[in-house]
């Protein structure tokens, strides 16, 4: 799934996983329970937060990768984040929640979390912008476009039309 930072990844990448009878993988908990784990990643992982930064690419592959591959089926929120990251990852869809700036940024400050304020919330925008959105033209032959600015419901149901479970092999 793609879309911006508040872009819903999380709430309908939950929902479509129900719905369509596969895991929901997250990379942010895939990253926090590697820290909880105290595993070689995620004390890495732990040393890039406590530096303020963001787990580099190759971290990230290294820990989200192994729990891919073991799954037939998936929906896959907040990774690939980046070209590099999804280099030979091929996808039957990829889901892109298109929401305007200004909504995103409304969403993220109603949060009221420690970290979202205008001024982080602009840097991790100019970050999705730079790193993210090529990814929508990578996909570009498998990609959903969903107006991501409705109700969550409404989200949800249109992406319930649009993907359908596999058949069973």
Do not use: C, W
Request: negative net charge.
């Amino acid at each position: 799934m793609l879309a911006p930072p508040g872009g819903g990844k999380g709430t309908q990448g939950v929902r479509l996983a129900r719905e369509l009878g596969v895991r929901h993988v997250s990379s942010g908990d895939v990253l926090r329970q590697e820290v909880a784990d105290d595993t070689e990643i995620g004390r890495e992982v732990k040393a890039h937060m406590a530096a303020g930064r963001l787990a580099p690419d190759e971290l990230v592959t290294r820990a989200v990768r192994p729990v891919i591959e073991q799954l037939d089926g998936y929906i896959l929120d907040g990774y690939p984040r980046t070209p590099s990251q999804a280099e030979g990852l091929d996808f039957d869809a990829v889901v892109y929640l298109n929401v305007p700036e200004d909504e995103v940024m409304r969403r993220l400050l109603a949060r009221g979390r420690a970290d979202d304020k205008a001024d982080v919330i602009q840097e991790r925008l100019r970050e999705y912008d730079r790193d993210t959105e090529p990814l929508i033209d990578h996909y570009r032959d498998v990609l959903v476009e969903v107006d991501g600015d409705r109700d969550a419901d409404a989200i949800a149901a249109d992406l319930k039309a649009r993907l359908r479970p596999r058949p069973p092999t």
